[in-house]
């Protein structure tokens, strides 16, 4: 609701609007060392069972140009097993999770759950469930077709040191000749000790013998095989069989041979009893190819690319003379899609080698010979028309069998549903450059021949900016090439931005944008980011430490109404705010409503607005989601504050506080920055800048993830223990506060008769000072971790004050013990002024803080004036 609000009645929540201004191995559990999850939607995984993993991530951006919002309807996307404890069918209404195996259906997008029985009749629309008011549909996403990893365009950062390893492929090492000590000195967990040790006593009952597959002529030259352990006397269709299980292959056996891979001249084995007739080198186990037959025909599965809502594959025969353009024709038919031109359509290969394959692109000549190799787990290309897919695949299964099995084929459209435009968001770059100068910075990275073709905007205050191409091959190439790239000792930060259709959003639908800081909050951040990703779009998602909020605002640039939800400390918000105010221009939203999860230590706005003191992680993401929903909008005052310096300030941006780093200055020394919460001079300012000094000189030893939880423990007391680490971490950060404070009484006193040194003017009146060592400008009655400074409400000249009012209350402390005091509750602050324009003038050098962050001013002159830019609140 706009305009004119009552004042906050109750607890409600609040959010600020800127107004102008699974798959895993049945029955076992999943050990943390050797498992892998994908960060988006929560899939697991044991390391040794990765190749029977399906692809099974929910479609997050599935945009066609052709289709209309009327006539577009969102599928669920079912998963089995893993349901909450609990869960009750949505059809039959009774339980459908268990505890012993995987059972039961969830839907990844609405969450709910049937039976495998009930599913036929669940309607196969999805509405999102309780978040439709906030969900970014996938039908209005899309994402170029490029070569770029997925978690460079959601902005997923690889925070571990070391990557699962793949247990499927082991390598040889030429030094090694004993392959079971290297698989016991490196297995991990007491799963793989056992199956060692199975395997061992079996080989001494049986006098069994290792034997070392290799799929193809790639494995060989990398030395990467798999061992099968079989009998001495196993016959060729055992010992076949069990190298087409090593490779989890399900075709017929007889498409396969086995071959000598010592031999000089390789041939199909066709003795009885193979492993009698095997070339032995010395010092090394027995090893065998696992060959394709390579028949003359045979048959591929097409599977459809946004073909008109189609999503299940077809099977088609092909021949070795069978061309792409031919394959195309009869894959439409099958389709049903007669009247189509098969000229608008082509075929794309897509291996899913989960090893993590090569995929090379061209570089410039000028940055050498050779090729870039993208570490990628899914490399795809377009096939050429008159290419044969029978002969592809026959070529392939030379190199590796497990390559081909792996190997798709997709139809799709010619023309990519994205458009011609394709943007990158590039950060770290020097600020306040003109436009000509950051073209000149890039041109030279990039070359004449891969030059962009617009740019902008342009974030000045940020160094950062927005490139567009319409080649996605010299997109690819740009975007690989300023990821490597140094600045004034930054490396560039780099994202490929995903493309939002605002015409495919229904119409009651408020997308809302998130940002989380992780570093707030200890590890809580990262564990909110995750969750809201598999709650929500992982499009609308964005880790503020991996381009902060400016490219999730240019992505949602042309949505008219969107909200936004910012988890992390009072800084943080000032952070969104502010680049709100840089961007608010270029958007359809200028002024989109913004919530609050707190993960900071004082959390003051997000107190004043009935979001809590602080998050815990014991808050069920889900319900945050959902108050974010019911919140109305209530408006909150913002001021700019305009510091006019009597001598330049040499000092270089690195002493200076982060707000002023990214402040206006001009040239007559002036700096201009946007209050939200307050402003303090004296006492005040000088503790929370020994605060923050000591942050920064020593971060671990003020977030909780310096609080390790002990191990061994089961997941509900791990998460009791990362909520008691958060408090723990909260009271700390308080209590060397107090340290700070009680040396600040034995010490000099550098706010000292404060009153003498500085002159208050409040609406064009002189005020009398108190004797104090600290005045503090309020806009929120929060400070300092929840205390109120101006007090219960009492019968005096004053007007009760709001967030809303357009007016500034001005209160003194007189010493370090008047400031506990308040904090604790048993005192207020000394009133001394109410107005809406304050000017203060400071003789000397004294601490100032702009809603907590500090620094040394000079003599100067202060000027704290109404700003134009509003801020909407919802309680």
Same mark, same amino acid.
Not at 338 to 363: H, N, R, W
Not at 667 to 681: A, C, K, S
Not at 784 to 797: I, L, V, Y
């Given at each position: 609701?706009?305009?004119?609000?009552?004042?906050?009645?109750?607890?409600?929540?609040?959010?600020?609007?800127?107004?102008?201004?699974?798959?895993?191995?049945?029955?076992?559990?999943?050990?943390?060392?050797?498992?892998?999850?994908?960060?988006?939607?929560?899939?697991?995984?044991?390391?040794?069972?990765?190749?029977?993993?399906?692809?099974?991530?929910?479609?997050?951006?599935?945009?066609?140009?052709?289709?209309?919002?009327?006539?577009?309807?969102?599928?669920?996307?079912?998963?089995?097993?893993?349901?909450?404890?609990?869960?009750?069918?949505?059809?039959?209404?009774?339980?459908?999770?268990?505890?012993?195996?995987?059972?039961?259906?969830?839907?990844?997008?609405?969450?709910?759950?049937?039976?495998?029985?009930?599913?036929?009749?669940?309607?196969?629309?999805?509405?999102?469930?309780?978040?439709?008011?906030?969900?970014?549909?996938?039908?209005?996403?899309?994402?170029?077709?490029?070569?770029?990893?997925?978690?460079?365009?959601?902005?997923?950062?690889?925070?571990?040191?070391?990557?699962?390893?793949?247990?499927?492929?082991?390598?040889?090492?030429?030094?090694?000749?004993?392959?079971?000590?290297?698989?016991?000195?490196?297995?991990?967990?007491?799963?793989?000790?056992?199956?060692?040790?199975?395997?061992?006593?079996?080989?001494?009952?049986?006098?069994?013998?290792?034997?070392?597959?290799?799929?193809?002529?790639?494995?060989?030259?990398?030395?990467?095989? #798999?061992?099968? =352990? %079989?009998?001495?006397?196993? $016959?060729?269709?055992? *010992?076949?069989?069990? /190298? @087409?299980?090593?490779?989890?292959?399900?075709?017929?056996?007889?498409?396969?041979?086995?071959?000598?891979?010592?031999?000089?001249?390789?041939?199909?084995?066709?003795?009885?009893?193979?492993?009698?007739?095997?070339?032995?080198?010395?010092?090394?186990?027995?090893?065998?190819?696992?060959?394709?037959?390579?028949?003359?025909?045979?048959?591929?599965?097409?599977?459809?690319?946004?073909?008109?809502?189609?999503?299940?594959? #077809?099977?088609? =025969? %092909?021949?070795?003379?069978? $061309?792409?353009?031919? *394959?195309?024709?009869? /894959? @439409?038919?099958?389709?049903?899609?007669?009247?189509?031109?098969?000229?608008?359509?082509?075929?794309?290969?897509?291996?899913?080698?989960?090893?993590?394959?090569?995929?090379?692109?061209?570089?410039?000549?000028?940055?050498?010979?050779?090729?870039?190799?993208?570490?990628?787990?899914?490399?795809?290309?377009?096939?050429?028309?008159?290419?044969?897919?029978?002969?592809?695949?026959?070529?392939?299964?030379?190199?590796?069998? #497990?390559?081909?099995?792996?190997?798709?084929?997709?139809?799709?459209?010619?023309?990519?549903?994205?458009?011609?435009?394709?943007?990158?968001?590039?950060?770290?770059?020097?600020?306040?450059?003109?436009?000509?100068?950051?073209?000149?910075?890039?041109?030279?990275?990039?070359?004449?021949?891969?030059?962009?073709?617009?740019?902008?905007?342009?974030?000045?205050?940020?160094?950062?900016?927005?490139?567009?191409?319409?080649?996605?091959?010299?997109?690819?190439?740009?975007?690989?090439?300023?990821?490597?790239?140094?600045?004034?000792?930054?490396?560039?930060?780099?994202?490929?931005?995903?493309?939002?259709?605002?015409?495919?959003?229904?119409?009651?639908?408020?997308?809302?944008?998130?940002?989380?800081?992780?570093?707030?909050?200890?590890?809580?951040?990262?564990?909110?980011?995750?969750?809201?990703?598999?709650?929500?779009?992982?499009?609308?998602?964005?880790?503020?430490?991996?381009?902060?909020?400016?490219?999730?605002?240019?992505?949602?640039?042309?949505?008219?109404?969107?909200?936004?939800?910012?988890?992390?400390?009072?800084?943080?918000?000032?952070?969104?705010?502010?680049?709100?105010?840089?961007?608010?221009?270029?958007?359809?939203?200028?002024?989109?409503?913004?919530?609050?999860?707190?993960?900071?230590?004082?959390?003051?706005?997000?107190?004043?607005?009935?979001?809590?003191?602080?998050?815990?992680?014991?808050?069920?993401?889900?319900?945050?989601?959902?108050?974010?929903?019911?919140?109305?909008?209530?408006?909150?005052?913002?001021?700019?504050?305009?510091?006019?310096?009597?001598?330049?300030?040499?000092?270089?941006?690195?002493?200076?506080?982060?707000?002023?780093?990214?402040?206006?200055?001009?040239?007559?020394?002036?700096?201009?920055?946007?209050?939200?919460?307050?402003?303090?001079?004296?006492?005040?300012?000088?503790?929370?800048?020994?605060?923050?000094?000591?942050?920064?000189?020593?971060?671990?030893?003020?977030?909780?993830?310096?609080?390790?939880?002990?191990?061994?423990?089961?997941?509900?007391?791990?998460?009791?223990?990362?909520?008691?680490?958060?408090?723990?971490?909260?009271?700390?950060?308080?209590?060397?506060?107090?340290?700070?404070?009680?040396?600040?009484?034995?010490?000099?006193?550098?706010?000292?008769?404060?009153?003498?040194?500085?002159?208050?003017?409040?609406?064009?009146?002189?005020?009398?000072?108190?004797?104090?060592?600290?005045?503090?400008?309020?806009?929120?009655?929060?400070?300092?971790?929840?205390?109120?400074?101006?007090?219960?409400?009492?019968?005096?000249?004053?007007?009760?004050?709001?967030?809303?009012?357009?007016?500034?209350?001005?209160?003194?402390?007189?010493?370090?013990?008047?400031?506990?005091?308040?904090?604790?509750?048993?005192?207020?602050?000394?009133?001394?002024?109410?107005?809406?324009?304050?000017?203060?003038?400071?003789?000397?050098?004294?601490?100032?803080?702009?809603?907590?962050?500090?620094?040394?001013?000079?003599?100067?002159?202060?000027?704290?004036?109404?700003?134009?830019?509003?801020?909407?609140?919802?309680?």
């Amino acid at each position: 609701m706009r305009g004119t609000l009552s004042p906050i009645v109750g607890q409600n929540k609040v959010i600020i609007k800127e107004n102008s201004a699974m798959f895993v191995e049945r029955g076992s559990m999943i050990p943390g060392p050797c498992a892998a999850k994908v960060s988006l939607c929560g899939y697991s995984v044991h390391a040794e069972c990765q190749d029977f993993a399906t692809p099974d991530c929910k479609e997050c951006e599935t945009y066609i140009p052709e289709r209309q919002l009327d006539t577009t309807a969102h599928k669920h996307h079912w998963r089995e097993g893993n349901l909450p404890p609990n869960s009750k069918c949505v059809i039959c209404k009774k339980t459908c999770w268990s505890a012993e195996c995987l059972t039961g259906f969830r839907c990844e997008w609405c969450g709910i759950t049937c039976h495998p029985g009930c599913k036929k009749n669940v309607p196969p629309e999805c509405n999102f469930g309780s978040l439709e008011p906030i969900m970014l549909p996938p039908h209005a996403v899309s994402i170029p077709r490029t070569e770029v990893p997925m978690d460079a365009i959601f902005g997923v950062q690889r925070r571990r040191k070391e990557g699962i390893p793949h247990r499927g492929l082991i390598p040889e090492e030429p030094s090694s000749t004993n392959l079971r000590a290297w698989d016991e000195d490196n297995a991990s967990g007491g799963y793989q000790q056992q199956k060692d040790k199975d395997r061992r006593d079996r080989e001494e009952r049986d006098e069994a013998e290792v034997v070392k597959v290799f799929d193809g002529n790639l494995s060989l030259s990398r030395r990467m095989f #798999r061992s099968v =352990t %079989v009998s001495h006397n196993v $016959t060729l269709e055992q *010992l076949l069989s069990s /190298a @087409l299980k090593a490779f989890h292959i399900r075709r017929d056996p007889k498409h396969f041979y086995i071959a000598d891979a010592y031999t000089a001249e390789e041939g199909e084995l066709t003795e009885q009893y193979p492993l009698h007739h095997l070339i032995r080198a010395e010092g090394k186990r027995p090893a065998v190819f696992l060959r394709d037959k390579g028949n003359d025909c045979g048959e591929i599965e097409v599977y459809p690319s946004r073909l008109h809502g189609i999503t299940s594959y #077809r099977v088609l =025969t %092909v021949t070795n003379e069978t $061309t792409v353009a031919e *394959l195309i024709i009869t /894959a @439409l038919q099958k389709y049903g899609l007669l009247g189509e031109d098969s000229k608008d359509y082509q075929m794309t290969e897509v291996c899913l080698d989960k090893g993590g394959q090569c995929t090379p692109v061209a570089l410039r000549s000028d940055l050498g010979s050779g090729s870039l190799l993208i570490r990628s787990p899914v490399s795809e290309r377009v096939m050429g028309m008159d290419e044969q897919p029978w002969e592809c695949l026959k070529a392939l299964s030379r190199d590796s069998i #497990r390559q081909m099995e792996l190997t798709r084929f997709y139809l799709q459209k010619v023309e990519d549903p994205h458009g011609p435009s394709i943007a990158l968001f590039v950060g770290n770059l020097p600020m306040n450059l003109s436009q000509r100068q950051y073209e000149s910075i890039l041109i030279d990275m990039l070359g004449k021949d891969n030059k962009f073709v617009t740019i902008g905007p342009i974030y000045y205050e940020y160094g950062s900016l927005v490139i567009t191409y319409t080649d996605p091959i010299e997109a690819v190439r740009a975007f690989y090439t300023l990821r490597e790239v140094m600045v004034e000792d930054k490396t560039l930060m780099v994202l490929l931005l995903p493309n939002i259709t605002p015409s495919m959003i229904p119409p009651k639908v408020k997308p809302l944008l998130v940002f989380v800081n992780v570093k707030s909050g200890g590890c809580q951040g990262l564990q909110l980011i995750a969750s809201f990703r598999k709650l929500l779009n992982p499009y609308q998602v964005y880790d503020l430490d991996n381009g902060g909020p400016l490219s999730g605002l240019y992505v949602f640039r042309k949505i008219e109404d969107y909200r936004i939800l910012v988890c992390g400390g009072d800084g943080t918000i000032g952070w969104v705010l502010q680049c709100l105010d840089n961007v608010g221009q270029d958007s359809e939203c200028s002024s989109p409503p913004c919530a609050i999860v707190p993960l900071g230590t004082g959390n003051d706005l997000a107190r004043v607005l009935h979001w809590g003191a602080g998050y815990t992680g014991g808050e069920d993401p889900l319900t945050l989601l959902r108050d974010v929903i019911d919140a109305e909008e209530i408006r909150l005052d913002r001021w700019t504050v305009v510091i006019h310096t009597d001598e330049k300030d040499d000092r270089p941006p690195s002493t200076l506080p982060p707000c002023a780093q990214v402040g206006t200055t001009n040239e007559d020394n002036t700096q201009i920055y946007v209050m939200n919460n307050y402003f303090g001079i004296g006492i005040d300012a000088d503790l929370c800048l020994d605060f923050h000094n000591a942050r920064e000189e020593n971060p671990n030893k003020f977030n909780s993830r310096s609080v390790s939880s002990p191990s061994g423990k089961k997941g509900g007391e791990i998460a009791d223990d990362s909520c008691l680490s958060v408090s723990l971490t909260r009271i700390h950060n308080k209590g060397v506060y107090v340290k700070m404070g009680l040396r600040k009484m034995v010490s000099g006193k550098l706010c000292k008769d404060l009153h003498k040194l500085i002159v208050l003017e409040v609406d064009g009146k002189k005020i009398d000072l108190p004797p104090v060592e600290g005045i503090i400008i309020l806009n929120i009655l929060s400070w300092g971790s929840g205390a109120n400074p101006w007090g219960p409400e009492k019968d005096d000249h004053f007007s009760k004050p709001n967030h809303w009012d357009g007016m500034l209350e001005v209160v003194g402390v007189t010493g370090v013990v008047h400031l506990g005091q308040i904090q604790s509750g048993l005192r207020s602050a000394i009133r001394i002024a109410q107005g809406g324009h304050i000017r203060v003038r400071l003789n000397t050098e004294v601490p100032i803080q702009v809603d907590g962050e500090p620094w040394i001013q000079g003599a100067s002159e202060v000027t704290i004036l109404k700003s134009a830019l509003k801020a909407w609140l919802d309680p």
